[in-house]
């Protein structure tokens, strides 16, 4: 069974960082791009970074690109987003998602190609 799960949401003090991790079971990256959505309350979900399967490019939305940062393990089973700078208007639910299996160098951040997803994790930031 495929699944993703993510992990390192939490309280958070303004300024503070965080690191995500979604690991991947049931399958390695080297076919599948993973990439990081965030959704507030009662807001569409927006896509923050991607890496392609294999790993060799990554996409990062232009207002997050300072701010966010994806990685991924040797092992290829778990990808990572660290987070630096949180501020109170963060506050966001994470989810990463899946596309896959496929052969293409590039990711995307729509929504569209994805079609596996974790449960979330979600950070709070406050004092």
């Known amino acids: 069974q495929l699944q993703l799960v993510e992990s390192g949401g939490g309280l958070v003090q303004p300024g503070g960082s965080l690191r995500l991790s979604c690991t991947v079971l049931?399958?390695?990256?080297?076919?599948?791009?993973i990439a990081w959505f965030r959704q507030a309350p009662g807001k569409e979900r927006e896509g923050v970074s991607c890496?392609?399967?294999?790993?060799?490019?990554?996409t990062n939305e232009d207002s997050m690109k300072d701010r966010f940062t994806i990685s991924r393990d040797r092992a290829k089973t778990t990808v990572y987003m660290q987070i630096n700078f949180l501020a109170p208007e963060d506050p966001d639910v994470y989810y990463c998602?899946?596309?896959?299996?496929?052969?293409?160098?590039?990711?995307?951040?729509?929504?569209?190609?994805?079609?596996?997803w974790g449960q979330g994790t979600q950070d709070t930031v406050s004092s």
């Open positions: 049931g399958f390695t990256l080297d076919y599948y791009a």
């Open positions: 890496i392609s399967a294999g790993g060799e490019t990554t």
């Open positions: 998602e899946a596309d896959g299996p496929t052969h293409r160098s590039t990711c995307t951040l729509d929504v569209e190609p994805y079609n596996l």
